[in-house]
Protein backbone atom coordinates (compact mmCIF):
# COMPACT_ATOMS: atom_id res chain seq x y z
CA UNK A 1 0.00 0.00 0.00
CA UNK A 2 2.88 2.62 -0.63
CA UNK A 3 5.49 3.55 -3.53
CA UNK A 4 8.59 0.81 -2.61
CA UNK A 5 11.32 2.08 -0.42
CA UNK A 6 14.22 -0.41 -0.36
CA UNK A 7 17.63 -0.11 1.43
CA UNK A 8 20.40 -0.99 -0.12
CA UNK A 9 21.62 -2.34 2.67
CA UNK A 10 20.83 -1.98 6.10
CA UNK A 11 22.92 -1.99 10.07
CA UNK A 12 21.71 -4.28 12.00
CA UNK A 13 21.90 -4.75 16.10
CA UNK A 14 22.80 -6.96 18.09
CA UNK A 15 22.32 -11.09 16.83
CA UNK A 16 20.41 -9.84 13.55
CA UNK A 17 22.41 -11.40 10.47
CA UNK A 18 22.40 -8.67 7.81
CA UNK A 19 21.69 -11.86 5.27
CA UNK A 20 18.54 -12.92 6.96
CA UNK A 21 16.84 -9.65 7.24
CA UNK A 22 17.73 -8.38 4.07
CA UNK A 23 15.96 -11.38 2.65
CA UNK A 24 12.95 -10.16 4.01
CA UNK A 25 13.54 -6.59 3.79
CA UNK A 26 13.68 -5.42 6.92
CA UNK A 27 15.49 -2.41 8.54
CA UNK A 28 16.95 -1.95 11.70
CA UNK A 29 16.73 0.96 14.30
CA UNK A 30 18.91 1.23 16.57
CA UNK A 31 18.06 2.53 19.89
CA UNK A 32 20.15 5.01 20.95
CA UNK A 33 18.38 7.91 19.42
CA UNK A 34 15.31 6.99 21.81
CA UNK A 35 13.46 9.29 24.01
CA UNK A 36 13.64 6.31 26.97
CA UNK A 37 16.19 4.09 28.08
CA UNK A 38 16.97 1.20 26.13
CA UNK A 39 15.67 -2.34 26.81
CA UNK A 40 17.70 -4.84 25.20
CA UNK A 41 14.79 -7.33 26.72
CA UNK A 42 12.22 -6.33 24.18
CA UNK A 43 13.22 -6.81 20.93
CA UNK A 44 9.96 -5.46 18.54
CA UNK A 45 10.00 -6.95 14.61
CA UNK A 46 7.19 -5.41 13.07
CA UNK A 47 5.97 -7.17 9.46
CA UNK A 48 4.29 -4.69 7.51
CA UNK A 49 1.65 -5.25 4.98
CA UNK A 50 1.43 -4.92 1.67
CA UNK A 51 2.85 -0.60 0.86
CA UNK A 52 4.63 -0.66 4.20
CA UNK A 53 5.89 2.40 5.64
CA UNK A 54 5.02 5.23 3.92
CA UNK A 55 1.21 4.13 2.37
CA UNK A 56 0.00 7.31 4.01
CA UNK A 57 -2.56 5.29 5.56
CA UNK A 58 -3.06 1.93 7.89
CA UNK A 59 0.71 0.82 7.41
CA UNK A 60 1.79 4.35 8.55
CA UNK A 61 -0.66 4.28 11.47
CA UNK A 62 1.38 0.82 12.63
CA UNK A 63 4.63 2.66 12.31
CA UNK A 64 3.52 5.79 14.29
CA UNK A 65 2.80 3.10 17.05
CA UNK A 66 6.21 1.60 16.78
CA UNK A 67 7.79 4.88 16.52
CA UNK A 68 6.54 5.89 19.80
CA UNK A 69 7.46 2.64 21.91
CA UNK A 70 11.00 3.00 20.27
CA UNK A 71 10.60 6.86 21.65
CA UNK A 72 8.85 6.93 24.97
CA UNK A 73 9.70 2.59 26.06
CA UNK A 74 13.37 2.05 24.76
CA UNK A 75 12.62 -0.68 23.15
CA UNK A 76 14.48 -2.20 19.78
CA UNK A 77 12.79 -2.61 16.50
CA UNK A 78 13.31 -3.60 12.68
CA UNK A 79 10.39 -3.88 10.28
CA UNK A 80 10.17 -5.95 7.28
CA UNK A 81 8.29 -5.21 4.37
CA UNK A 82 5.90 -7.36 1.79
CA UNK A 83 5.77 -7.74 -1.67
CA UNK A 84 2.45 -7.29 -3.83
CA UNK A 85 1.60 -11.45 -5.15
CA UNK A 86 4.04 -12.79 -2.30
CA UNK A 87 3.37 -16.29 -1.84
CA UNK A 88 2.69 -17.61 2.45
CA UNK A 89 5.92 -19.18 2.26
CA UNK A 90 7.49 -15.76 2.12
CA UNK A 91 5.41 -14.30 4.92
CA UNK A 92 6.57 -17.32 6.79
CA UNK A 93 10.30 -16.68 6.15
CA UNK A 94 9.57 -13.18 6.67
CA UNK A 95 8.44 -13.72 10.29
CA UNK A 96 11.30 -16.62 10.94
CA UNK A 97 14.06 -14.39 9.80
CA UNK A 98 13.03 -11.69 12.65
CA UNK A 99 12.60 -14.52 15.32
CA UNK A 100 16.36 -15.72 13.63
CA UNK A 101 17.36 -12.05 14.76
CA UNK A 102 16.52 -11.77 18.18
CA UNK A 103 13.29 -10.14 17.88
CA UNK A 104 10.84 -12.36 20.66
CA UNK A 105 7.98 -9.55 19.77
CA UNK A 106 6.84 -9.62 16.61
CA UNK A 107 3.44 -6.98 15.45
CA UNK A 108 1.74 -8.38 12.30
CA UNK A 109 0.10 -5.85 10.22
CA UNK A 110 -2.80 -7.20 8.48
CA UNK A 111 -5.48 -10.08 8.28
CA UNK A 112 -3.17 -11.47 5.46
CA UNK A 113 -0.89 -12.92 8.15
CA UNK A 114 -2.78 -15.19 10.14
CA UNK A 115 -2.11 -18.37 8.46
CA UNK A 116 1.84 -17.68 8.57
CA UNK A 117 1.12 -16.49 11.98
CA UNK A 118 -0.60 -19.52 12.99
CA UNK A 119 2.15 -21.90 11.99
CA UNK A 120 5.22 -19.87 13.02
CA UNK A 121 3.57 -19.46 16.76
CA UNK A 122 2.95 -22.67 16.86
CA UNK A 123 6.57 -23.13 16.31
CA UNK A 124 7.92 -20.62 18.57
CA UNK A 125 5.94 -21.14 21.47
CA UNK A 126 8.17 -18.44 23.51
CA UNK A 127 7.76 -15.81 21.09
CA UNK A 128 4.85 -13.16 21.49
CA UNK A 129 2.57 -12.18 18.61
CA UNK A 130 0.22 -10.01 17.64
CA UNK A 131 -1.70 -9.43 14.44
CA UNK A 132 -3.71 -6.65 13.74
CA UNK A 133 -7.33 -6.96 12.01
CA UNK A 134 -7.41 -10.61 12.72
CA UNK A 135 -8.57 -13.60 14.75
CA UNK A 136 -8.51 -16.84 14.33
CA UNK A 137 -10.02 -19.30 16.91
CA UNK A 138 -7.37 -21.77 15.95
CA UNK A 139 -4.47 -19.68 16.79
CA UNK A 140 -1.69 -20.17 19.39
CA UNK A 141 -2.23 -18.63 22.66
CA UNK A 142 1.00 -17.03 22.52
CA UNK A 143 -1.28 -14.86 19.68
CA UNK A 144 -2.55 -11.66 20.53
CA UNK A 145 -5.57 -9.64 18.07
CA UNK A 146 -5.78 -6.54 18.34
CA UNK A 147 -9.01 -5.54 16.11
CA UNK A 148 -11.25 -2.58 15.29
CA UNK A 149 -14.78 -1.77 14.97
CA UNK A 150 -14.52 -0.30 11.50
CA UNK A 151 -18.26 -0.41 11.23
CA UNK A 152 -18.52 1.82 13.53
CA UNK A 153 -16.00 4.72 12.24
CA UNK A 154 -17.18 3.82 9.01
CA UNK A 155 -20.97 4.64 9.68
CA UNK A 156 -20.12 7.88 11.22
CA UNK A 157 -18.37 8.51 8.23
CA UNK A 158 -21.22 7.76 6.10
CA UNK A 159 -23.21 10.33 8.02
CA UNK A 160 -20.75 12.89 7.21
CA UNK A 161 -21.16 12.14 4.00
CA UNK A 162 -24.47 12.10 3.69
CA UNK A 163 -24.88 15.79 5.54
CA UNK A 164 -22.53 17.01 2.85
CA UNK A 165 -23.47 15.66 -0.39
CA UNK A 166 -25.08 18.39 -1.86
CA UNK A 167 -26.22 15.75 -5.57
CA UNK A 168 -27.20 12.62 -2.75
CA UNK A 169 -25.55 10.32 -4.05
CA UNK A 170 -22.16 9.23 -2.91
CA UNK A 171 -19.60 5.91 -2.91
CA UNK A 172 -17.44 4.00 -1.52
CA UNK A 173 -14.51 2.24 -3.11
CA UNK A 174 -13.11 -0.92 -1.53
CA UNK A 175 -9.70 -1.65 -1.66
CA UNK A 176 -10.01 -5.78 -1.78
CA UNK A 177 -13.59 -7.18 -1.52
CA UNK A 178 -13.08 -9.17 1.85
CA UNK A 179 -14.80 -9.53 5.15
CA UNK A 180 -12.90 -6.58 6.83
CA UNK A 181 -13.19 -4.09 3.73
CA UNK A 182 -16.86 -5.15 3.77
CA UNK A 183 -17.74 -4.12 7.06
CA UNK A 184 -15.97 -0.36 5.97
CA UNK A 185 -18.96 -0.76 3.06
CA UNK A 186 -21.65 -1.83 5.53
CA UNK A 187 -21.29 0.52 8.42
CA UNK A 188 -20.97 3.61 5.76
CA UNK A 189 -24.18 2.55 3.86
CA UNK A 190 -25.82 2.25 7.27
CA UNK A 191 -24.93 6.14 8.42
CA UNK A 192 -25.55 7.59 4.97
CA UNK A 193 -29.24 5.87 5.11
CA UNK A 194 -29.46 7.16 8.46
CA UNK A 195 -29.69 10.60 7.41
CA UNK A 196 -31.34 9.86 4.33
CA UNK A 197 -32.83 6.67 3.13
CA UNK A 198 -33.57 8.34 -0.51
CA UNK A 199 -29.25 9.06 -0.98
CA UNK A 200 -27.60 6.47 -3.84
CA UNK A 201 -24.58 5.08 -2.36
CA UNK A 202 -21.89 4.06 -5.38
CA UNK A 203 -19.94 0.43 -4.53
CA UNK A 204 -17.08 0.01 -5.75
CA UNK A 205 -14.40 -3.00 -5.31
CA UNK A 206 -10.88 -3.00 -6.96
CA UNK A 207 -9.68 -6.60 -6.71
CA UNK A 208 -11.23 -10.29 -5.31
CA UNK A 209 -9.01 -12.44 -3.34
CA UNK A 210 -6.48 -13.64 -4.02
CA UNK A 211 -5.64 -10.56 -5.32
CA UNK A 212 -4.74 -8.29 -2.92
CA UNK A 213 -3.10 -5.46 -5.13
CA UNK A 214 -6.26 -3.75 -4.59
CA UNK A 215 -4.78 -2.45 -1.63
CA UNK A 216 -1.52 -0.70 -3.69
CA UNK A 217 -2.79 0.55 -6.84
CA UNK A 218 -3.39 4.12 -7.09
CA UNK A 219 -4.33 3.89 -10.60
CA UNK A 220 -6.74 1.69 -9.95
CA UNK A 221 -8.09 3.97 -6.99
CA UNK A 222 -8.37 7.23 -9.22
CA UNK A 223 -9.81 4.82 -12.25
CA UNK A 224 -12.95 3.76 -9.63
CA UNK A 225 -13.04 7.25 -8.17
CA UNK A 226 -13.56 8.99 -11.49
CA UNK A 227 -16.51 6.52 -12.85
CA UNK A 228 -18.15 7.27 -9.87
CA UNK A 229 -17.60 11.22 -9.90
CA UNK A 230 -18.86 10.06 -13.37
CA UNK A 231 -22.08 8.90 -12.36
CA UNK A 232 -23.09 11.42 -10.19
CA UNK A 233 -21.66 11.10 -6.92
CA UNK A 234 -19.83 13.79 -5.17
CA UNK A 235 -18.53 12.42 -1.61
CA UNK A 236 -16.10 9.16 -1.90
CA UNK A 237 -14.83 7.07 0.60
CA UNK A 238 -11.82 4.65 0.21
CA UNK A 239 -11.19 2.22 2.08
CA UNK A 240 -8.23 0.75 0.15
CA UNK A 241 -4.89 1.65 1.71
CA UNK A 242 -2.70 3.27 -0.89
CA UNK A 243 -4.66 2.60 -3.87
CA UNK A 244 -7.05 5.92 -1.93
CA UNK A 245 -4.19 7.98 -2.91
CA UNK A 246 -5.67 7.81 -6.31
CA UNK A 247 -9.58 8.20 -5.55
CA UNK A 248 -8.49 11.28 -3.57
CA UNK A 249 -6.73 12.52 -6.38
CA UNK A 250 -9.70 11.96 -8.80
CA UNK A 251 -12.31 13.76 -6.59
CA UNK A 252 -9.69 16.98 -6.16
CA UNK A 253 -9.93 17.37 -9.60
CA UNK A 254 -13.46 17.72 -9.94
CA UNK A 255 -14.54 21.10 -8.40
CA UNK A 256 -17.35 20.55 -5.78
CA UNK A 257 -16.39 16.97 -4.61
CA UNK A 258 -14.96 15.80 -1.07
CA UNK A 259 -12.97 12.86 -0.05
CA UNK A 260 -13.00 10.92 2.83
CA UNK A 261 -9.59 9.30 3.98
CA UNK A 262 -9.15 6.55 5.89
CA UNK A 263 -7.15 4.78 9.07
CA UNK A 264 -4.34 7.70 9.04
CA UNK A 265 -5.82 11.81 8.82
CA UNK A 266 -4.97 11.97 5.37
CA UNK A 267 -5.46 15.59 5.11
CA UNK A 268 -2.68 15.63 7.51
CA UNK A 269 -0.60 13.60 5.58
CA UNK A 270 2.60 15.52 3.74
CA UNK A 271 2.15 13.12 0.93
CA UNK A 272 -1.60 14.41 0.14
CA UNK A 273 -1.28 18.09 1.28
CA UNK A 274 -2.37 19.42 -2.59
CA UNK A 275 -5.11 17.41 -2.30
CA UNK A 276 -6.23 18.29 1.67
CA UNK A 277 -8.60 20.61 0.28
CA UNK A 278 -10.81 18.40 -0.87
CA UNK A 279 -10.70 16.35 1.71
CA UNK A 280 -14.18 16.17 4.27
CA UNK A 281 -12.42 13.71 7.27
CA UNK A 282 -11.19 10.35 7.65
CA UNK A 283 -12.49 7.39 9.38
CA UNK A 284 -8.95 7.25 11.46
CA UNK A 285 -8.54 3.55 12.63
CA UNK A 286 -6.01 4.33 15.95
CA UNK A 287 -3.86 1.05 14.75
CA UNK A 288 -1.15 3.74 16.18
CA UNK A 289 -2.83 3.41 19.28
CA UNK A 290 -3.26 -0.56 19.76
CA UNK A 291 0.29 -1.28 18.72
CA UNK A 292 1.99 1.05 21.17
CA UNK A 293 -0.34 -0.28 24.43
CA UNK A 294 0.52 -4.19 22.93
CA UNK A 295 4.28 -3.23 23.14
CA UNK A 296 4.10 -1.38 26.02
CA UNK A 297 1.86 -4.56 27.84
CA UNK A 298 5.22 -6.63 26.94
CA UNK A 299 7.40 -4.42 28.20
CA UNK A 300 5.49 -3.82 31.93
CA UNK A 301 5.37 -7.97 32.11
CA UNK A 302 1.81 -8.37 31.37
CA UNK A 303 1.28 -8.62 28.12
CA UNK A 304 -2.07 -8.61 26.60
CA UNK A 305 -3.43 -11.99 25.60
CA UNK A 306 -6.85 -13.54 23.44
CA UNK A 307 -8.28 -10.35 21.58
CA UNK A 308 -8.55 -7.19 22.44
CA UNK A 309 -11.37 -4.87 20.78
CA UNK A 310 -10.83 -1.06 20.10
CA UNK A 311 -13.84 0.28 19.46
CA UNK A 312 -15.38 3.59 19.24
CA UNK A 313 -16.20 3.73 22.73
CA UNK A 314 -12.42 2.75 23.32
CA UNK A 315 -11.28 5.26 21.21
CA UNK A 316 -10.22 2.66 18.65
CA UNK A 317 -11.94 4.78 15.75
CA UNK A 318 -12.43 8.05 15.02
CA UNK A 319 -13.31 10.80 12.18
CA UNK A 320 -10.68 13.36 11.81
CA UNK A 321 -11.29 17.19 12.16
CA UNK A 322 -8.20 18.43 10.35
CA UNK A 323 -9.53 21.13 7.81
CA UNK A 324 -12.84 21.97 9.63
CA UNK A 325 -15.31 20.81 7.00
CA UNK A 326 -17.26 18.82 9.75
CA UNK A 327 -17.26 21.20 12.46
CA UNK A 328 -20.21 22.29 11.43
CA UNK A 329 -21.92 19.23 11.93
CA UNK A 330 -20.57 17.70 15.10
CA UNK A 331 -23.76 18.21 16.77
CA UNK A 332 -25.15 14.99 14.45
CA UNK A 333 -21.82 12.92 14.46
CA UNK A 334 -21.89 13.07 18.28
CA UNK A 335 -25.53 11.89 18.67
CA UNK A 336 -24.74 9.16 16.33
CA UNK A 337 -21.53 8.20 18.10
CA UNK A 338 -23.65 8.64 21.32
CA UNK A 339 -26.31 5.92 19.58
CA UNK A 340 -23.48 3.63 18.61
CA UNK A 341 -21.59 3.70 22.50
CA UNK A 342 -24.89 3.27 24.43
CA UNK A 343 -26.25 0.77 22.54
CA UNK A 344 -29.20 2.46 21.03
CA UNK A 345 -27.75 1.76 17.60
CA UNK A 346 -25.96 -1.09 16.12
CA UNK A 347 -23.96 -0.82 13.37
CA UNK A 348 -23.91 -3.79 10.73
CA UNK A 349 -21.24 -5.45 9.85
CA UNK A 350 -22.17 -7.05 6.22
CA UNK A 351 -23.25 -4.73 3.67
Same mark, same amino acid.
Given at each position: ???? $?? /??????? =? @??????? *? %???? #????????????????????????????????????????????????????????????????????????????????????????????????????????????????????? $?? /??????? =? @??????? *? %???? #??????????????????????????????????????????????????????KGKEAAQGQLDKGADVIYTAAGSSGNGAIEAVSNKAGALAIGVDSDQASQPALAKYKNSILTSMV???????? @???????????????????????????????????????????????????????????
Amino acid at each position: MRRS $TK /LAAVVLS =G @SLGIASL *A %ACGA #KSTDNSSAGGSSDSSVKVGMAYDIGGRGDQSFNDSAARGLDKAKAELGVAVTEADAKTGEAEADKETRLKNLIDGGYKTIVAVGFVYQPAVNKIAKEHPDVKFAIIDSHDDAQPSNV $TS /LVFAEQE =G @SYLAGVA *A %ANKS #KAKHVGFIGGVQTELIKKFEAGYKAGVKSVDPNIVVETTYLTTPPDFSGFNSPDKGKEAAQGQLDKGADVIYTAAGSSGNGAIEAVSNKAGALAIGVDSDQASQPALAKYKNSILTSMVKNVDNAVF @SYIESVKKGTPFTGVKNFDLKAEGVSLATTGGKIDDIQDKLKAASTAITSGATTVPTAP
